[in-house]
């Protein structure tokens, strides 16, 4: 089930990140200022038949026009669709335009977002220190995966 960030979500949302993102994980304080910024733009992913039993398993924030800041899946999770299902939250919200940063090196991310109808935009130069960033971009609903 996809909805909004709860603060309850937090600790959960760390762990995924931690495991996701093990050499720059964005701390707490970074959730907590897009949850603030943003509580519409900060979007969970719930697994679970409810009764206590639900655990997040995927999170998704983005900006109002579509960038998306962060987005990320539980390693047990992964190619389940669940991250698709996040990205086209996003979609709907932003009537199919969005863009996002993705490290060059990272083949399964730049993968999934073409498959998604993001096309490369632009190569910004050592944007994450040690490596370039690739800008993709999804121009609107005539994209793939709307």
């Known amino acids: 089930m996809i909805r909004k960030f709860r603060r309850s979500d937090l600790e959960e949302i760390l762990r995924i990140e931690e495991k996701a993102f093990p050499k720059s994980p964005y701390d707490e304080l970074i959730f907590l200022h897009y949850a603030s910024a943003y509580p519409d733009n900060f979007i969970v992913y719930e697994e679970g038949e409810g009764k206590g039993t639900n655990k997040i398993v ?20 992964r190619r389940r669709g669940i991250g698709t299902e996040l990205v086209t939250e996003v979609l709907k919200v932003t009537k ?18 073409k498959h998604s109808g993001f096309s490369l935009r632009t190569i910004i130069p050592k944007y994450y220190g040690d490596e370039d960033a690739l800008v993709m971009v999804r121009t609107g609903m005539n ?3 709307t």
């Open 58 to 77: 995927g999170y998704i924030i983005f900006y109002p026009e579509g960038h998306i800041v962060s987005i990320a899946v539980h390693p047990a999770y």
């Open 96 to 113: 199919g335009k969005a863009s996002v940063e993705v490290r060059a090196s990272n083949e399964v991310a730049k993968a999934f977002y």
């Open 143 to 145: 994209s793939k995966n």
